[in-house]
């Protein structure tokens, strides 16, 4: 296998979704690699339930999650992913958390070991609005990245997680472009760490 990128389904009353709108144009391909794509619910833990699932059966080499982060002005790979839940504004469930840990047992955070800092230079020399973020939030997105990062030495995957701005920022196939840029820096460096 290759490349699982994820998007995320419409949240807080929008019709689209930013992140499943730019994930739909990547192409299907990326040097050489088969790209699976997956819409994943704006739901806590069930989002991250699937996500695992689709890992467990696929086995890809490197997998990208992502969502829209309105009100930022560029492409944020995210660093890291907290042990944490609180948002006021309910999930697609219904579902709201405040200043919970998504594992009671499990660590503070996780950090990715993609190379985040090449991301952000190669999607800059391509034009794209792009800088690094410390935080994906605590909201869904935050808690698929937890999941996504915490089962890696089960699957053998590298994960990152990448928020997308509104589409007055950057449009959908800009977005993708961003995408398909740091899936192929992913895949290049597991490809050179291998
Ligand atoms: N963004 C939300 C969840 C789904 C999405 O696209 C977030 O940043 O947590």
Known sequence: MGVLLTGFEPFGGADTNPSWEAVRRVP???AGYRVVKLRLPTVFGQAAELLRGEIARLRPEVVICCGV???RTSLTPELVA???RHARIPDNAGQVFLDQPIDPDGPAAYMTRLPVHGMVDAMQAAGLPASLSLSAG???CNDVYYALLGCEEAYGHRGLFLHVPGTD?????QAARGIALCAEMALNDVAANK
């Open 28 to 30: 299907e391909e990326i």
């Open 69 to 71: 982060a309105n009100g």
């Open 169 to 173: 920022v950057a449009d959908a196939s």
């Open 138 to 140: 605590a909201y869904v």
């Open 82 to 84: 907290i042990n944490y």
